[in-house]
């Protein structure tokens, strides 16, 4: 019959250990099997590093989740506690590339060399139709795991450390090119739009800077055309179809004297055939999309 020597004992195949750890609730030390270890060198060697870090009370459980299982638990856990875009960064993260490629792995067994060959997967041909993905995805990839395994070892105490803390990133080629529109191309632009409905949209986002959010939650009494001014009181997000303002600061843009006439001209020169254009516009749009032009919560 199989005997306990120092705390490895052999069972079947296979070795195991035990080690009793202090109960958190009732400080009572228990004992914690831990099984499946091929030599008995294999099961000694975990048996010390799991009594190192119980004296230093970071032992953990073993636990049977899989990276899969953990992030849909994770992602879940934060939904209301996150903005929904956010969210769903979290979620486009997981679903597209984290999980299809080391979701099945089990959570306590991955480790940063795993991560990091993810890191170069991904930088080399994660993208659609097996391109390259970008550094700048890769990184934020990086943060949603990081940040899911950072909870895995301080809230959920399911990992002794961050393995994502650890691993290694491609070096990135320096900045990513970013295209601008010249002068000429906003010009021709900005022409051929003139006849388009939403002419007065392109026109305040090519002269204001003003981000695509707070154009989506402008309403009419933020315009000031007598004083030529524009307040940017809010900010908007759409994601999966519920939209959601932003906390914002107000600020307020100055119009020159020729955006003013466009702005006053796309307003219907707020004459009253022009005040009733408007509102033709703006109920025509309301019945298009419910609930585009009003304030949400």
């Given at each position: 019959?199989?005997?306990?020597?120092?705390?490895?004992?052999?069972?079947?195949?296979?070795?195991?250990?035990?080690?009793?750890?202090?109960?958190?609730?009732?400080?009572?030390?228990?004992?914690?099997?831990?099984?499946?270890?091929?030599?008995?060198?294999?099961?000694?060697?975990?048996?010390?590093?799991?009594?190192?870090?119980?004296?230093?009370?970071?032992?953990?459980?073993?636990?049977?989740?899989?990276?899969?299982?953990?992030?849909?638990?994770?992602?879940?856990?934060?939904?209301?506690?996150?903005?929904?875009?956010?969210?769903?960064?979290?979620?486009?993260?997981?679903?597209?590339?984290?999980?299809?490629?080391?979701?099945?792995?089990?959570?306590?067994?991955?480790?940063?060399?795993?991560?990091?060959?993810?890191?170069?997967?991904?930088?080399?041909?994660?993208?659609?139709?097996?391109?390259?993905?970008?550094?700048?995805?890769?990184?934020?990839?990086?943060?949603?795991?990081?940040?899911?395994?950072?909870?895995?070892?301080?809230?959920?105490?399911?990992?002794?450390?961050?393995?994502?803390?650890?691993?290694?990133?491609?070096?990135?080629?320096?900045?990513?090119?970013?295209?601008?529109?010249?002068?000429?191309?906003?010009?021709?632009?900005?022409?051929?739009?003139?006849?388009?409905?939403?002419?007065?949209?392109?026109?305040?986002?090519?002269?204001?800077?003003?981000?695509?959010?707070?154009?989506?939650?402008?309403?009419?009494?933020?315009?000031?055309?007598?004083?030529?001014?524009?307040?940017?009181?809010?900010?908007?997000?759409?994601?999966?179809?519920?939209?959601?303002?932003?906390?914002?600061?107000?600020?307020?843009?100055?119009?020159?004297?020729?955006?003013?006439?466009?702005?006053?001209?796309a307003a219907g020169t707020l004459s009253p055939a022009g005040r009733g254009t408007a509102r033709r516009w703006v109920s025509l749009e309301r019945q298009r999309r419910p609930g585009l032009h009003q304030p949400v919560g």
């Amino acid at each position: 019959m199989p005997r306990l020597r120092d705390g490895v004992i052999k069972r079947g195949g296979s070795w195991s250990y035990v080690i009793r750890v202090p109960d958190p609730a009732t400080g009572a030390r228990k004992p914690r099997w831990v099984s499946g270890f091929e030599t008995e060198e294999d099961a000694k060697a975990a048996r010390d590093e799991a009594r190192v870090r119980a004296r230093r009370g970071e032992y953990v459980n073993r636990s049977t989740s899989t990276v899969a299982g953990y992030l849909a638990e994770w992602v879940e856990a934060h939904a209301s506690t996150v903005k929904p875009k956010t969210l769903a960064g979290y979620r486009h993260d997981i679903d597209h590339y984290i999980v299809p490629r080391i979701g099945r792995i089990r959570l306590q067994a991955l480790r940063p060399a795993v991560i990091s060959m993810l890191y170069r997967e991904l930088t080399e041909h994660g993208g659609r139709d097996g391109q390259p993905l970008s550094a700048t995805t890769v990184s934020h990839i990086h943060r949603t795991l990081r940040k899911a395994l950072a909870d895995a070892v301080q809230v959920d105490q399911l990992l002794a450390v961050n393995p994502a803390a650890r691993s290694k990133r491609p070096r990135g080629s320096g900045a990513e090119p970013t295209r601008v529109w010249t002068a000429e191309q906003l010009h021709a632009f900005l022409t051929a739009a003139r006849s388009h409905r939403l002419f007065a949209f392109y026109r305040l986002a090519a002269y204001t800077g003003a981000r695509r959010g707070e154009l989506l939650y402008l309403r009419w009494h933020a315009l000031d055309l007598d004083a030529a001014e524009v307040t940017f009181g809010g900010s908007t997000a759409v994601v999966a179809r519920p939209a959601c303002r932003r906390n914002h600061q107000d600020r307020t843009l100055a119009h020159d004297q020729h955006r003013q006439r466009n702005h006053r001209h796309a307003a219907g020169t707020l004459s009253p055939a022009g005040r009733g254009t408007a509102r033709r516009w703006v109920s025509l749009e309301r019945q298009r999309r419910p609930g585009l032009h009003q304030p949400v919560g």
